[in-house]
């Protein structure tokens, strides 16, 4: 994901100082937080954006976006980005972190999409199948539904697609019956 030079210098810089004191993983954790809270609540961008919100008060809106857990290395963070005025890229550079994050340690997101609920049996077939597929990666899956498939199963891990759904198959066969 390319966010722009600012959030991604923002971000390097933090991921050099949370390894310089072992800390990658705590601040991972508290940067896939911030983003929930950014997706969870729109107006958190505007809020920040906004010239007449004080730094305080941004301050404590971006603590409380990683939640009670937040530690030292990224309440750091949070005084940098306000003192440097860069409080709007916190997003960008929390999704930035993110993306170096896992990168460096060979981390894939899993998205698997049914389109009905799956048993816990089946859903393990299918991790399995896709750990196989993308050995020496650590897997990070999320699952959802969507009826529109008709049957069947779509895997997205990180940019590869498998489509394996009932409407891909009747959107196949339209298509070649338009093509002869």
């Known amino acids: 994901m390319d966010n722009g030079l600012i959030p991604r210098r ?23 937080e911030v983003v929930k809270a950014f997706e969870s609540n729109p107006e958190l961008q505007k ?9 305080e008060d941004k301050s404590a809106l971006l603590k409380a976006a990683a939640g009670d857990k937040a530690e030292n290395d990224y ?6 980005l306000l003192e440097m005025k860069r409080e709007e890229f916190a997003r960008l550079i929390a999704l930035d972190f993110i993306d170096l994050y896992r990168e460096e340690n060979k981390i894939s997101q899993v998205k698997i ?12 077939k299918l991790r399995a199948m ?12 999320s699952n959802s539904v969507n ?24 959107e196949q066969l339209r298509l070649n019956l338009i093509t002869k």
């Open 75 to 80: 309440l750091g963070f949070v005084k940098l």
């Open 47 to 55: 809020t920040l954006a906004n010239p007449f919100v004080s730094a």
């Open 113 to 124: 999409t049914t389109a009905a609920p799956l048993p816990d049996a089946e859903m393990d």
């Open 147 to 170: 009826s529109d498939l008709i049957g069947g199963f779509v895997i997205d891990v990180d940019d590869a697609r498998m489509d394996a759904s009932i409407s891909n198959e009747i």
């Open 10 to 32: 923002y971000a390097k810089a933090l991921y050099k100082f949370a390894a310089e004191h072992d800390k990658t993983s705590v601040v991972y954790d508290e940067m896939k």
């Open 130 to 141: 896709v750990a196989k597929a993308f050995p020496g990666r650590t897997l990070e899956f």
